[in-house]
């Protein structure tokens, strides 16, 4: 994989939100939403990113599909820088990379049919009108797991499953290459999410798409990641293939994480290893390692230096002091 | 299923007596109002200065009685509803337009251009609106469509907010980064994607919208600044009765055109309450 050209790559992206406070709304402060990131995705993988709510994923997907100015650093796109974007490039762009969104009740235009919903990005982008259009949803549709009757239906008449389901076929009907999936079955009962998982699969071989799949359930990311990056308090801590971040996960971030998930074989049950403390404040973040708070082999270096992103093994990036001694 | 909807919005419409009422009534002045040539008994405009002629009481030839120019009042209602229907009308019309669009713009970009034109509605709001109109017209001599104009561009800034507040709420939706996410235009997305969904709101303050521009044509007229003669309207009719003296030995010349206004305005009150709560029962008392 390695070989590859990347699909995308971000360098050193940061984002980083003004607090204003008092009568002349000054900028007291900043929340580092997202604080130096660099990974790079390759074509045909799902490419997983993880961590607890507030640590940045979101606002890292939201930065890939450029809907915030990012304070600095590159997303690269096929080798466009995606910042520096022309009108035109633009619109191109925004058929190849798509979003795939957490809740399924907003996410659709009540007032929109879902052949309405679906069949105008089609016509926007000039891609078919009238009946070929109608012809293309239905087909989309049905690839989606859903009818071709449903095409007059309004979203208020569907189930959450299903509203997932057109909001797939949303963003496929304009086949692009790169899909962010932002959280895309967190919203959904159990039973489902294993429905839409499996639909997310079929559809990645079917037509080759590369995911960006963000969530917080270590389970869910178990089935569907060829490679994982966690993510805490903006910045990357880890990143490496499933099989090593299920095997040897090196961070003790990703450890805790780890012992954490629900495990129905009480022989492989490890135990759990309790974080002390809360997350700090994005807006503050503590000096050095940004762990270090709450990591129980905290030493001196961690305290004072911040660790770097660094290959433990290969294809294993570990940011930690521990590791890299 | 369009018209499945509509049939629950029919349905809760017509549970509401009072508004199904208030809607009737108003049909009927708006049948009155087209249909005035057959209606009037008199020419509405028609002078006759003779003794026995002025101020003549309700009889069979004069159903409401004569003014003091000994004008047939009847005639005169029906043909005054014309223009201050109109008025009520062109008036909402064009408070909506502008009140939509500068509500739109400023909740959809939000930021510093929000700021500056929400403070500008704030200093819009603190004129003191009767005045300004009077000042307004004065000036300008207008004929009903350049009151219509004048009323309107005092009485944009509530349109305007309630439209920036959904907006403001609305635009966070997820289906509105949708849109973004698949390209749409800011345009589009402010018409096809986040309008459709206020339409209830303004269709409910646009009624509320027609009742009010009545009423403040009614006191426009009343103060001789409204529509000139010829023209008149049902505010003139009442300027016309200003004097005390024709108020003691003619009250009906007051009192008719005084009714039409105080019936229009109520009917059209309840109606808007109606078309709220029929829509919407968590919107009770945001659309005002």
């Known amino acids: 994989m390695a070989n590859n050209k990347p699909m995308l790559s971000i360098k050193g992206l940061k984002k980083y939100f003004p607090i204003r406070a008092g009568v002349f709304s000054r900028v007291s402060g900043y929340v580092r939403a997202v604080d130096d990131i660099s990974l790079t995705i390759y074509p045909g993988e799902v490419y997983a990113l993880v961590g607890e709510s507030g640590c940045g994923k979101s606002t890292t997907g939201h930065l890939i599909m450029k809907m915030l100015k990012p304070t600095t650093g590159e997303v690269i796109f096929e080798e466009q820088e995606i910042f520096s974007l022309r009108k035109r490039e633009e619109k191109s762009l925004r058929k190849q990379v798509q979003l795939i969104f957490q809740d399924p009740y907003s996410s659709l235009n009540p007032r929109m049919t879902v052949g309405e919903s679906i069949g105008e990005a089609l016509e926007v982008h000039g891609i078919a009108k009238g009946e070929e259009r109608q012809a293309k949803v239905k087909a989309v549709l049905e690839l989606c797991g859903l009818a071709g009757y449903h095409y007059r239906r309004y979203p208020h008449e569907f189930s959450g499953g299903q509203r997932q389901r057109i909001v797939i076929a949303r963003a496929l009907v304009l086949e692009p290459r790169f899909i962010v999936a932002d959280e895309p079955v967190s919203a959904l009962d159990v039973s489902i999410q294993s429905q839409i998982i499996n639909l997310l699969k079929e559809l990645q071989s079917k037509m080759g798409l590369t995911y960006l799949f963000i969530s917080h359930d270590l389970s869910v990311v178990k089935h569907m990641a060829d490679r994982i990056a966690v993510m805490y308090l903006g910045s990357l801590v880890e990143e490496s293939t499933k099989s090593q971040f299920y095997e040897r996960p090196l961070h003790p971030y990703t450890q805790a994480l780890l012992s954490a998930v629900p495990e129905w074989d009480i022989s492989s049950r490890k135990k759990r290893i309790i974080l002390k403390g809360d997350v700090p404040s994005p807006a503050n973040p503590p000096a050095g390692c940004r762990f270090h708070t709450r990591c129980q082999y905290c030493m001196e270096i961690c305290v004072q230096e911040r660790p770097d992103l660094k290959e433990a093994a290969p294809g294993h990036l570990v940011a930690c002091h521990l590791v890299h001694r | ?288």
């Open chain 2, 1 to 288: 299923m369009k018209s499945g909807l509509l049939n629950d919005f029919m349905r809760a419409f017509q549970k509401n007596r009072q508004a199904t009422f208030a809607a009737a009534i108003l049909l009927g002045i708006i049948f009155f109002a087209i249909f005035a040539p057959v209606f009037a008994t008199h020419n509405p405009t028609y002078i006759r200065l003779a003794q026995e002629q002025i101020q003549l009481p309700p009889t069979a030839l004069h159903l409401l009685g004569t003014d003091n120019l000994g004008r047939d009042i009847w005639s005169r209602m029906l043909f005054g509803a014309r223009i201050s229907l109109l008025v009520g009308f062109l008036t909402m019309l064009i408070t909506i337009i502008f009140g939509v669009a500068y509500g739109a713009v400023s909740g959809y970009y939000g930021g510093k251009l929000d700021f500056m034109m929400m403070r500008f509605v704030d200093i819009s709001l603190s004129l003191p609106t009767i005045f300004l109109v009077i000042i307004l017209a004065s000036f300008f001599k207008p004929d009903f469509f350049g009151i219509a104009v004048i009323i309107g561009l005092t009485s944009w800034m509530r349109t305007a907010r309630l439209v920036r507040g959904q907006f403001l709420s609305l635009k966070e939706e997820e289906f509105v980064t949708a849109a973004r996410a698949l390209g749409y235009s800011d345009c589009r997305i402010i018409f096809v994607h986040i309008l459709p969904n206020v339409r209830a709101l303004i269709i409910v303050n646009a009624t509320l919208l027609v009742a009010q521009a009545v009423l403040l044509e009614s006191a426009l007229s009343f103060l001789g600044f409204g529509v000139q003669p010829p023209q008149f309207s049902w505010g003139s009719m009442l300027s016309a009765s200003q004097q005390i003296i024709f108020l003691e030995e003619a009250p009906w010349t007051a009192f008719f055109p005084g009714l039409a206004i105080f019936i229009t305005v109520l009917c059209l009150n309840f109606f808007g309450e109606g078309l709220r709560d029929a829509w919407d029962p968590k919107l009770k008392n945001i659309a005002s």
